[in-house]
């Protein structure tokens, strides 16, 4: 039998929905953190590079309206990639039983298609320059962003 996923009346979509919800808004928040530290600036500001994918140059301008913006945007993408790694763990178990591997596989996915697919589609229209401390910083948050959403996803859809 062919039953969506995410029904929410049912038990396994209910957790599904909390697996989603937590790892992409805790995974989510915190990127915008761990960017603030990489890059020495007020998340403020961070989160109007994130408005500036949709803006582009003129976002960095904007006051806290254009802060707030990249936030809802920066949860909008955490969400949807938390759900990506939820509806592939409903039907890849190994996802869940190996939070580690799959969260770490699933980061360094995150990155590249961040860096080298999102990035150039944006407003942006960049990938950034190869050096290996930024990179290796930035490797590292999405590594940590990728654990989280597999351990969010862990929790919420073990069996009860």
Not at 15 to 24: H, K, M, P, S, V
Not at 82 to 104: C, E, K, Q, S
Request: aromatic share 10%; charged share 10%; net charge positive.
């Amino acid at each position: 039998m062919n039953t969506p996923i995410l029904t929410m009346g049912r038990p396994a979509g209910r957790a599904a929905w909390r697996a989603i919800l937590a790892g992409g808004l805790i995974a989510g928040t915190l990127d915008i953190g761990a960017a603030a530290l990489i890059n020495w600036m007020n998340p403020l500001v961070i989160m109007r590079f994130v408005a500036g994918g949709l803006l582009g140059k003129a976002a960095l301008q904007g006051g806290l309206p254009v802060s707030a913006l990249g936030m809802l945007l920066q949860w909008a993408m955490s969400l949807l990639i938390a759900a990506i790694f939820v509806v592939a763990a409903l039907r890849l178990r190994w996802l869940t039983a190996r939070p580690v591997a799959a969260g770490l596989a699933y980061g360094v996915v995150i990155y590249f298609v961040m860096n080298y697919v999102v990035l150039p589609l944006s407003a942006w229209h960049r990938a950034p320059p190869f050096k290996l401390v930024p990179f290796a910083e930035n490797l590292l948050a999405m590594l940590v962003f990728g654990l989280i959403v597999a351990f969010c996803a862990r929790r919420a859809l073990r069996p009860a």
